[in-house]
């Protein structure tokens, strides 16, 4: 059974740093495009962070800059690097295996992590 489960995640004062990862098991993603998505509470879920099996990455325009996606294929796992952090980061992130691009446009999978809290504190 494909699994994602994601870690990293915790509490951090605004300006801190965390480093979300992604592991896949009982299956390779390796030419999926992979997302991280988030959800803070009342609020949609929505994509933070996308990266194609090329190394090729798109950013939410509030968090470019301050957050970086990257994969290691060997590894089987996706990470979310975030710094600046800001109390508005404050969510529970998603990791997902993408079904590809469309135009640009990040088309997600169904393959869903149980998430990882995030809370920034002012």
């Known amino acids: 059974q494909v699994q994602l489960v994601e870690s990293g995640g915790g509490l951090v004062q605004a300006g801190g740093s965390l480093r979300l990862s992604c592991a896949a098991s009982?299956?390779?993603?390796?030419?999926?495009?992979m997302g991280w998505y988030r959800q803070a509470p009342g609020k949609q879920r929505e994509l933070v962070a996308s990266?194609?099996?090329?190394?090729?990455?798109k950013y939410k325009d509030t968090v470019e800059g301050r957050f970086t996606i990257s994969r290691d294929h060997a590894k089987n796992t996706v990470y979310l690097q975030m710094n600046s952090l800001k109390p508005e980061d404050t969510a529970v992130y998603y990791c997902n295996a993408g079904l590809g691009r469309v135009k640009n446009v990040y088309l997600p999978g169904s393959i869903w992590g149980p998430g990882t809290q995030v809370t920034v504190s002012s």
């Open positions: 990266v194609n099996s090329g190394g090729s990455t």
């Open positions: 009982g299956g390779t993603f390796s030419i999926n495009p």
